[in-house]
C-alpha cells in the first residue's frame, strides 16, 4: 500500500560525543499511519522523536514534514514544533496555570487565535478527553492520568499534523494507563498520525499500522504488528519480547 508520506528520515545520523545514538535511520511514516517504537532501554528511541520534533539536532541526513525540511529556527522553527505535536513521560504542564489556560497557552501564542476562541476550542477538547469539568483546577490537583490527557488535548489544540508519544503511560499507576491508552486509540481511529514510543504491547497490536524496533541506535524492525509478534525476524527483537512479554 502506498500511502502519502508525512515524516521521512533519511540516513540520519546523531552522536552524543563518542555514541553513535542514530545509525543511518531510514524511516517513513505515512499520513494516519500509527507506528508504534519499542526496543530497549537507551536504544535510541526518544532521541530519534526529539529530532523529528528538532528538539535534537542531527548531524546527518535528513527529515521531512509534509514534504518539506525541517526548520533551523526562528518562527518556521515554532510552527514546526505546533505541527508536530509531542506528549512525553512526563506531563509538563505549566504547574501555575490552570488546565484550561494550559490547553490555551500555545493557541494564542503560537497560533495567534483570539483568546475566546482558543479558550473555546480548549473546552471541546477537554470534553473530548473526559476532562471537560476540571478546567479550572491546577495540574497538581488532577491525577497522572488526567494531566496526561491535558497534555495530550494540549498538543492538539495547536492542530498538529502528527502526535509524537514518548512512554506517555510509562510514570502512570496501572488503573490509570487504559485511560490515557484510550484516548490514543481513538485519535488513532480518527486518523491521526501517530509515533508512539511505548512498552504497552496491548495497545502496539491493536492501535500500530506498524512496529519498528529499534537496538543501538538502529532500526532492526520496521513490520506489521501481526509479523512482528508472531513471527520476528532478529534475534535482537525476539530476545526483547522474551523479556517483556
Ligand atoms: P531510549 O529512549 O530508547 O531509552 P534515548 O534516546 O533516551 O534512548 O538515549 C539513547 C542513548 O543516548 C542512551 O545511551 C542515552 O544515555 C544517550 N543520551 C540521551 N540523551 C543524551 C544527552 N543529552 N547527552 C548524552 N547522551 C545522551
Ligand atoms: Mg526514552
Redesign the pocket.
Known amino acids: 500500500m502506498a500511502v502519502d508520506p508525512l515524516i521521512e528520515l533519511r540516513d540520519v545520523n546523531k552522536y ?2 563518542d ?1 553513535h ?1 542514530l545509525q543511518d535511520i531510514q524511516l517513513t511514516v505515512g499520513k494516519g499511519e500509527v507506528v508504534v517504537v519499542i ?10 522523536c ?1 529530532a523529528i520534533n528538532r528538539l535534537e539536532p542531527i548531524h546527518s541526513g535528513t527529515i521531512l514534514l509534509d514534504g518539506r525540511p525541517l526548520p533551523e529556527e526562528g518562527k518556521a522553527l515554532a510552527a514546526l514544533r505546533a505541527d508536530v505535536g509531542m506528549v512525553f513521560q512526563s506531563f509538563n504542564l505549566f504547574a501555575h496555570r490552570t488546565v484550561l489556560q494550559n490547553v490555551s497557552l500555545g493557541q494564542v501564542k503560537v497560533r495567534k487565535r483570539k483568546k475566546e476562541d482558543a479558550d473555546k476550542r480548549s473546552r471541546q477538547l477537554l470534553d473530548r478527553v473526559g476532562l471537560a469539568d476540571q478546567a479550572d483546577k491546577y495540574p497538581a490537583q488532577l491525577s497522572g492520568g488526567q494531566q496526561q490527557r491535558v497534555a495530550i488535548a494540549r498538543a492538539l489544540a495547536m492542530e498538529p499534523k502528527v502526535m509524537l508519544f ?1 512512554e506517555p503511560t510509562s510514570a502512570l499507576d496501572p488503573e490509570m494507563i487504559n485511560e490515557v491508552l484510550e484516548v490514543m486509540r481513538q485519535l488513532a481511529s480518527e486518523g491521526m498520525t501517530m509515533v508512539v ?1 511505548t512498552h504497552e504491547m496491548g495497545f502496539a497490536r491493536s492501535a500500530a499500522n506498524r512496529v519498528v524496533f ?1 537496538s543501538d ?1 538502529r532500526i532492526v524492525e520496521d513490520r506489521s504488528p501481526d509479523e512482528f509478534f508472531t513471527n520476528p525476524a532478529s534475534d535482537r527483537a525476539r530476545d526483547f519480547l522474551s523479556k517483556i512479554l
Not at 526496543?39 to 530519534?48: D, E
Open positions: 552524543f560525543g555514541l545514538v526496543g530497549p532501554s537507551g536504544s535510541g528511541k526518544s532521541t530519534l526529539r514518548d514510543v529499534m541506535g
